[in-house]
């Protein structure tokens, strides 16, 4: 496994942890961890004994965007700058298009691209101090990191725009109820929460989860016809694969199947 200066990645028996790591800077992107998240993404989809992923940061904070320090140092022109962000926005599209399940747990602040690093995730998870914000408009700046595409999906346009133009910071109970988080961790551990409802992935079908991703995704850009002929595809492989052999198997022995949800 690569070693990494910016991000910790740690394998546990099939379950990945990938750990922010700057905590002295709030786990803030710089340009080393823009290089090194890609990679360790690409290392996570090529390995098939991964079945689900946890994103998380050092530190009690999640990230809190890009570091602004480094950005005051870069002498960009608009080619060299618009060229630097569609390498950000082309990680973004890697974070959110993962086959596997990605579950973000958040501490603290999720600022800037940390915010849309949080909603590339299938799930979000939030401690008591967890606070998101998309905070680009205090600096004369706009969503990035995909937000315009995962935010209004959230949380619907009127309430997308008043987030962004407002640039206000959100508690963990108003994302809650703004179905920006999928549940508050109030009592333990939110990492530990993490695992537990990445757990719940064990035993299912990579393939079938994979699909299911990728066509609920896309759905919104379908109509009703595209997404019935996408799932005759999607479903032609899945009665195909050994995983749904063995499961039927299972089924007409009465044997316990390989899959249940833990939650």
Known sequence: MAEYETIRLEKQDGLAILTLNRPDKKNAIDLRMREELPDALRDLTSDEQVFAIILTGAGGSFCAGGDISVMREMKDGVTTGRDRMRRTGAFAVQMATLDKPLIAAVEGPAFGAGF????????????????????????????????????????????????????????????????????????????????????????????????????????????????????????????????????????????????????
């Open 116 to 263: 849309g690093m949080a909603l590339a995730a299938d799930f979000v998870l939030a401690g008591p101090t967890a606070t998101f914000c998309a905070s680009f408009a205090k600096l004369g700046l706009i969503g990035d990191f995909g937000l315009h595409y995962s935010l209004p999906r959230r949380v619907g346009l009127a309430a997308a725009k008043e987030i962004l133009f407002s640039a206000r910071m959100i508690g963990a109970e108003e994302a809650l109820s703004l179905g920006l988080a999928y549940r508050v961790v109030q009592t333990g551990s939110v990492l530990e929460a993490a695992k537990d409802l990445a757990e719940g992935f064990r035993g299912a079908s990579p393939l079938a989860v994979g699909v299911s991703k990728t066509l609920l995704d896309q759905s919104f850009a379908m109509d009703m016809r595209q997404v019935v002929e996408a799932e005759a595809a999607g479903q032609a492989l899945c009665f195909a694969s050994e995983y749904h052999k063995d499961a039927a198997n299972r089924f007409l022995n009465k044997k316990p199947p390989r899959f249940k949800w833990s939650e």
